[in-house]
C-alpha cells in the first residue's frame, strides 16, 4: 500500500491527530500537514461553467461509413472506415453544478474530435435552432434564466419576459415547451452542430453545412410528472444513464449526417441559411450519411476529465471552418475567453484538452505552465532557424463579403413565426396537446400581459398553437 505523504513528499507522520500544546491545548502553527490540507481543500472548487454547469462526458470513437470528400479536405473524413478519437461532454444549460438533471430545458453536446491536424470542436445542442440571432441577447438570456437578483430564486417572470420580448424565440422556446422538452437521459435524443458551419475541398471550393447526430437509440421523453417523480428519486439520472450503459458495455451510438449547400446559393436561398432561429428543410437540401459515433469508455476522473474539459467552436480543423452567423461569430472568442477565466491560459495542457497530434504554438509562460515551456528554442518569429513558420498550404478560399460597417438590424427578417407554425402542424394532436399543458404549467403565474404576448406569437405560427395555449392557461390557473 502507497504511504501518505505531503505534497512535497515527506512523510505524514499523523494524519489523525493535529500538533496541539499539551493534550488539550490550541493548535501549533508549526503542524504544516494541517496546514497545507486545510489550504488545498480551500481552493479545491473552481469556478463552474458560466452555463451548462451541470453535465457529464465520455470518451468515444468516430467511423466514417460515407465518403463525402467531395465537401471537405478533413482528414477525419478522408476515407471509410477511417476512426478518430473523441470526447464528449453532455449538459443542462441553466441549472448549476449541482442541478438536477432531468429538468425541461435544453441538453448541451460538446464534442471533442482528436485528429491528426488538431482538435476540431462541434459544441452544440439538443436542438437544431436557438433562441435568438444577435450574440448581444446571450448574457441576457443567461440572467433571465438563472436566478433573479433580488430574490436569488430562479423566476418563471424574468424567463418569460425576456423570451417573449424576443419573437425570433418562438421556434426554441416550441421545442423546448414540447413533448421533446425532458429527455429521459443522453442517450435518447438528437444532438445538432445547430450552426451552419463550412466545409472546404481539396480543390479549396467552399460549402454550408449543418451537423446532425441521429440517435441509434431512438427517442425518449419524459413527462412533467414523471420527470418530478425521478428528480425525488434520483437528480443525477441522465448522468447515471450513461455511466451505467458505458460500464455494461451498452455503448451509445448515434449517426451523423450533414446537410450541403454549395457557397454561392447562400445568397439567393429564401432564408438567410446563416440564421440560427430557422433550419434548412430537408427538402432543400437534404441528409447526407457521414458516419458514426459511438461512446465507448468512461472517464477514470471526473474533476480532471469532464470539470476540466474545454470545448470551443473556435477549435476547426483544416477543411471545416467558420460562417458568418453573428452568433458563431461571438461564440468564438467567448468559450476560450471562459476558460482562461475557469482554467487558467495553459488549460490546453491539462490531457483531455491537449492535442493527440503533434503540436507546436509558440506561446510561452503564463500561470501553471508545466511543461518544458518550450526550453531554449527560440521566441520570436521570424527568426534564422525557421522555427514557428506558418503553413500557408491550409489557407481557405477568399470569402466575398459586402456592405458597410454597421449596426444591422436583424430584424429587417421578421420572418418569425413560419417555422414554428410548420413544426406545430408536423406534432400528432397528443403531441400539441402536451405542447399547451407544458406551456402552460412552465408559464403559470407570470402576468397576464407576458402570457397575452406568447399566446399571441404562438397565434401568429398557428391560430390552433395560441387558442391551445390559451385553454391550458385557462384550465390551469382557473
Ligand atoms: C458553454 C457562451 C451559444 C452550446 C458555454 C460557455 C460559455 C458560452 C461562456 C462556458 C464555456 C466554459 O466555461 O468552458 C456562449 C455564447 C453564445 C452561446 C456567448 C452565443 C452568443 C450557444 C449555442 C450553443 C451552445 C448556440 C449550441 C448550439 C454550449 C454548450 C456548452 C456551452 C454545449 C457546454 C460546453 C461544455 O460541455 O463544456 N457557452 N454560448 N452555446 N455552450 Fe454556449
Same mark, same amino acid.
Given at each position: 500500500m502507497k504511504k501518505l505523504t505531503t505534497a512535497a513528499g515527506a512523510p505524514v507522520v499523523d494524519n489523525q491527530n493535529i500538533q496541539t500544546a499539551g493534550p488539550r491545548g490550541p493548535a501549533l502553527l508549526q503542524d504544516v500537514w494541517l496546514l497545507e490540507k486545510l489550504a488545498h481543500f480551500d481552493r479545491e472548487v473552481i469556478p463552474e461553467r458560466r452555463m451548462h &454547469?451541470?453535465? =457529464? *462526458? =465520455?470518451?468515444?470513437t468516430f467511423t466514417v461509413t460515407h465518403d463525402i470528400t467531395r465537401y471537405?479536405?478533413? &482528414?477525419?473524413?478522408s476515407e471509410i472506415g477511417k476512426q478518430t478519437p473523441m470526447f464528449a461532454r453532455f449538459s443542462t444549460v441553466a441549472g448549476e453544478r449541482g442541478a438536477a438533471d432531468a429538468e425541461r430545458d435544453i441538453r448541451g453536446i460538446a464534442m471533442k474530435f482528436y485528429t491528426e491536424q488538431g482538435n476540431?470542436?462541434? $459544441? *452544440?445542442?439538443?436542438?437544431? $435552432?436557438?433562441?435568438?440571432?444577435?450574440?448581444?441577447k446571450f448574457p441576457d438570456l443567461n440572467h433571465a434564466v438563472k436566478r433573479d437578483p433580488g430574490t436569488g430564486m430562479r423566476s418563471a417572470q424574468n424567463n418569460w419576459e425576456f423570451w417573449t420580448g424576443l419573437p425570433e424565440a418562438l421556434h426554441q422556446i416550441t421545442i423546448v415547451m414540447s413533448d421533446r422538452g425532458i429527455p429521459s437521459d443522453f442517450r435518447h435524443m438528437h444532438l445538432f452542430g445547430s450552426h451552419t458551419f463550412s466545409l472546404i475541398n481539396a480543390a479549396n471550393e467552399r460549402f454550408w453545412v449543418k451537423f446532425h447526430f441521429k440517435s441509434q437509440q431512438g427517442i425518449r421523453n419524459l413527462t412533467d410528472a414523471q420527470a418530478a417523480e425521478l428528480i425525488g428519486r434520483d437528480r443525477e439520472s441522465s448522468q447515471r444513464d450513461l455511466y451505467d450503459s458505458i460500464a455494461r458495455g451498452d455503448f451509445p451510438r448515434w449517426t451523423l449526417y450533414i446537410q450541403v449547400m454549395p457557397e454561392q446559393e447562400a445568397g439567393s436561398y429564401h432564408l438567410n441559411p446563416f440564421d440560427l432561429t430557422k433550419v434548412w428543410p430537408h427538402g432543400d437540401y437534404p441528409m447526407i450519411e457521414v458516419g458514426t459515433l459511438e461512446l465507448n469508455r468512461n472517464p477514470e476522473n471526473f474533476f480532471a476529465e469532464v470539470e476540466q474539459a474545454a470545448f470551443t467552436p473556435a477549435n476547426v480543423v483544416p477543411g471545416i471552418g467558420f460562417s458568418p452567423d453573428r452568433m458563431l461569430q461571438a461564440r468564438l472568442f467567448s468559450y476560450g475567453d471562459a476558460q482562461r477565466y475557469r482554467l487558467g491560459v495553459n488549460h490546453h495542457q491539462i490531457p483531455v484538452n491537449a492535442p493527440r497530434c503533434p503540436f507546436h504554438s509558440y506561446h510561452r509562460d503564463g500561470a501553471m505552465r508545466v511543461d518544458g515551456n518550450h526550453g531554449g528554442l527560440t521566441g520570436n518569429e521570424p527568426n534564422r532557424s525557421g522555427e514557428w513558420a506558418d503553413q500557408p498550404d491550409f489557407r481557405e478560399p477568399p470569402l466575398s463579403l459586402e456592405g458597410a460597417a454597421d449596426h444591422w438590424n436583424h430584424r429587417e427578417d421578421t420572418d418569425y413565426f413560419s417555422q414554428p407554425g410548420a413544426l406545430f402542424r408536423l406534432m400528432t394532436p397528443e403531441q400539441q396537446q402536451a405542447l399547451f399543458d407544458n406551456t402552460a404549467r412552465a408559464i403559470a403565474g407570470v402576468s397576464p400581459d407576458v402570457q397575452a404576448r406568447h399566446i399571441e406569437h404562438c397565434t401568429q405560427a398557428d391560430p390552433a398553437y395560441g387558442a391551445g395555449v390559451a385553454a391550458a392557461i385557462r384550465k390551469l390557473e382557473g
Amino acid at each position: 500500500m502507497k504511504k501518505l505523504t505531503t505534497a512535497a513528499g515527506a512523510p505524514v507522520v499523523d494524519n489523525q491527530n493535529i500538533q496541539t500544546a499539551g493534550p488539550r491545548g490550541p493548535a501549533l502553527l508549526q503542524d504544516v500537514w494541517l496546514l497545507e490540507k486545510l489550504a488545498h481543500f480551500d481552493r479545491e472548487v473552481i469556478p463552474e461553467r458560466r452555463m451548462h &454547469a451541470k453535465g =457529464a *462526458g =465520455a470518451y468515444g470513437t468516430f467511423t466514417v461509413t460515407h465518403d463525402i470528400t467531395r465537401y471537405t479536405r478533413a &482528414a477525419l473524413f478522408s476515407e471509410i472506415g477511417k476512426q478518430t478519437p473523441m470526447f464528449a461532454r453532455f449538459s443542462t444549460v441553466a441549472g448549476e453544478r449541482g442541478a438536477a438533471d432531468a429538468e425541461r430545458d435544453i441538453r448541451g453536446i460538446a464534442m471533442k474530435f482528436y485528429t491528426e491536424q488538431g482538435n476540431w470542436d462541434l $459544441v *452544440g445542442n439538443n436542438t437544431p $435552432v436557438f433562441f435568438f440571432r444577435d450574440p448581444l441577447k446571450f448574457p441576457d438570456l443567461n440572467h433571465a434564466v438563472k436566478r433573479d437578483p433580488g430574490t436569488g430564486m430562479r423566476s418563471a417572470q424574468n424567463n418569460w419576459e425576456f423570451w417573449t420580448g424576443l419573437p425570433e424565440a418562438l421556434h426554441q422556446i416550441t421545442i423546448v415547451m414540447s413533448d421533446r422538452g425532458i429527455p429521459s437521459d443522453f442517450r435518447h435524443m438528437h444532438l445538432f452542430g445547430s450552426h451552419t458551419f463550412s466545409l472546404i475541398n481539396a480543390a479549396n471550393e467552399r460549402f454550408w453545412v449543418k451537423f446532425h447526430f441521429k440517435s441509434q437509440q431512438g427517442i425518449r421523453n419524459l413527462t412533467d410528472a414523471q420527470a418530478a417523480e425521478l428528480i425525488g428519486r434520483d437528480r443525477e439520472s441522465s448522468q447515471r444513464d450513461l455511466y451505467d450503459s458505458i460500464a455494461r458495455g451498452d455503448f451509445p451510438r448515434w449517426t451523423l449526417y450533414i446537410q450541403v449547400m454549395p457557397e454561392q446559393e447562400a445568397g439567393s436561398y429564401h432564408l438567410n441559411p446563416f440564421d440560427l432561429t430557422k433550419v434548412w428543410p430537408h427538402g432543400d437540401y437534404p441528409m447526407i450519411e457521414v458516419g458514426t459515433l459511438e461512446l465507448n469508455r468512461n472517464p477514470e476522473n471526473f474533476f480532471a476529465e469532464v470539470e476540466q474539459a474545454a470545448f470551443t467552436p473556435a477549435n476547426v480543423v483544416p477543411g471545416i471552418g467558420f460562417s458568418p452567423d453573428r452568433m458563431l461569430q461571438a461564440r468564438l472568442f467567448s468559450y476560450g475567453d471562459a476558460q482562461r477565466y475557469r482554467l487558467g491560459v495553459n488549460h490546453h495542457q491539462i490531457p483531455v484538452n491537449a492535442p493527440r497530434c503533434p503540436f507546436h504554438s509558440y506561446h510561452r509562460d503564463g500561470a501553471m505552465r508545466v511543461d518544458g515551456n518550450h526550453g531554449g528554442l527560440t521566441g520570436n518569429e521570424p527568426n534564422r532557424s525557421g522555427e514557428w513558420a506558418d503553413q500557408p498550404d491550409f489557407r481557405e478560399p477568399p470569402l466575398s463579403l459586402e456592405g458597410a460597417a454597421d449596426h444591422w438590424n436583424h430584424r429587417e427578417d421578421t420572418d418569425y413565426f413560419s417555422q414554428p407554425g410548420a413544426l406545430f402542424r408536423l406534432m400528432t394532436p397528443e403531441q400539441q396537446q402536451a405542447l399547451f399543458d407544458n406551456t402552460a404549467r412552465a408559464i403559470a403565474g407570470v402576468s397576464p400581459d407576458v402570457q397575452a404576448r406568447h399566446i399571441e406569437h404562438c397565434t401568429q405560427a398557428d391560430p390552433a398553437y395560441g387558442a391551445g395555449v390559451a385553454a391550458a392557461i385557462r384550465k390551469l390557473e382557473g
